[in-house]
């Protein structure tokens, strides 16, 4: 049984950083696809950014060229780098992983495990 614990939320001013851990147990996902999502209160989980089995990555467009997604693959551990922080990333941020493929990669449906999620707060 896979096992995702996330790590690394908090509250944080707007313009600020804060990096996410999510590390797994139970199994190695290095051939896995791994990826953050978000849920904000009232909303539908949303995907974040995702790295494929393949090594390629793949990010929100309200997300890119502030959050990086990396994973380190000989510690079961993937990372979400969040730079410029708005009051709209406000949200419990999910780690996932499983296999979907390139056309379901944002749906979260598709992917098969999650973590129990962490709180990030943006707020003066």
């Known amino acids: 049984q896979v096992r995702l614990e996330e790590s690394g939320g908090g509250v944080v001013l707007p313009g600020g950083s804060l990096r996410l851990s999510c590390v797994a147990s139970?199994?190695?996902?290095?051939?896995?696809?791994m990826g953050w999502f978000r849920q904000a209160p009232g909303q539908e989980r949303e995907f974040v950014a995702a790295?494929?089995?393949?090594?390629?990555?793949h990010y929100s467009d309200s997300v890119k060229g502030r959050f990086t997604i990396s994973r380190d693959k000989a510690k079961n551990s993937v990372f979400l780098q969040m730079n410029g922080l708005k009051a709209e990333d406000t949200a419990v941020y999910y780690c996932?992983?499983?296999?979907?493929?390139?056309?379901?990669?944002?749906?979260?449906?598709?992917?098969?495990?999650w973590g129990q999620g962490t709180q990030v707060t943006v707020s003066a």
């Open positions: 790295i494929r089995g393949g090594g390629t990555y």
């Open positions: 996932a992983t499983g296999q979907p493929i390139l056309s379901t990669l944002r749906d979260p449906r598709y992917w098969s495990h």
């Open positions: 139970g199994r190695s996902l290095s051939n896995s696809a």
